[in-house]
């Protein structure tokens, strides 16, 4: 073998073991990145965890950042790395059960879901909204009350749905009527029948599935 090809044989001999230990090192690093994920993970699960206990236990207007993370365990800094405020926690908690509704008003069975006349859907989604109030009013309290509520994702699909079955009625100016027709479901507003009234959900709901009906009629429409 000439001297050339037994440096160029060196060369790549170097090559595959710099190459080797390359991998080796970066092996030994890949893990960092999840582990990291996990403890994200698990002071996000601890986070909301505590916060929907404290949500629960107390007035959720009164929840504050610092009872959050006391309770979680968890150091502000790694709290507001997840969340700016007790509401976009509260948000996140609701979160998930808003889009099983969501889910059912596009793809569910009528009259919640398609193929019902427009004052049959308003009425099934105001029951369906009550329902969801009734199981979750410390987080919807905490979530969505005063002008926050109007800024949140959930609020603008309900704005959608909602001007959606008043289009498919017919109604001549819909657009002033969407936040009229969501105006009863304000978690303030439920928690003040509910509890401070002392009327049942059935009986709110009741009134509510006469309400939608009169809503479009005096909208116009077919």
Excluded: C
């Excluded at 879901?113 to 009734?134: I, K, Q, V």
């Amino acid at each position: 073998m000439s001297e050339e090809e037994q440096r160029g044989r060196g060369a790549a001999s170097v090559h595959r073991v710099g190459g080797l230990l390359g991998d080796l090192q970066a092996a030994d690093e890949q893990p960092v990145a999840p582990r990291r994920r996990a403890d994200a993970e698990r002071n996000r699960a601890q986070i909301l965890a505590a916060a929907e206990r404290l949500f629960a236990e107390q007035d959720p207007r009164s929840v504050t950042m610092d009872r959050i993370a006391k309770a979680a365990g968890v150091g502000r800094a790694t709290l507001y790395r997840s969340f700016p405020d007790p509401s976009s926690v509260a948000v996140a908690l609701l979160d998930e059960h808003e889009r099983r509704l969501q889910g059912q008003l596009i793809y569910g069975p009528p009259p919640l879901g398609p193929g019902a006349p427009a004052g049959e859907r308003l009425a099934a989604f105001y029951l369906a909204m009550l329902d969801l109030l009734e199981r979750h009013l410390p987080l919807a309290l905490g979530a969505e009350t005063g002008p926050a509520r109007f800024r949140t994702g959930a609020y603008g699909f309900w704005r959608v749905h909602v001007r959606t079955l008043l289009v498919d009625h017919g109604v001549e100016d819909p657009d002033p009527l969407i936040d009229i027709a969501l105006s009863p479901l304000s978690p303030e507003l439920f928690q003040f029948q509910r509890h401070q009234l002392g009327l049942s959900a059935e009986r709110i709901g009741r009134s509510l599935t006469a309400f939608a009906r009169q809503l479009l009629e005096s909208g116009g429409g077919r």
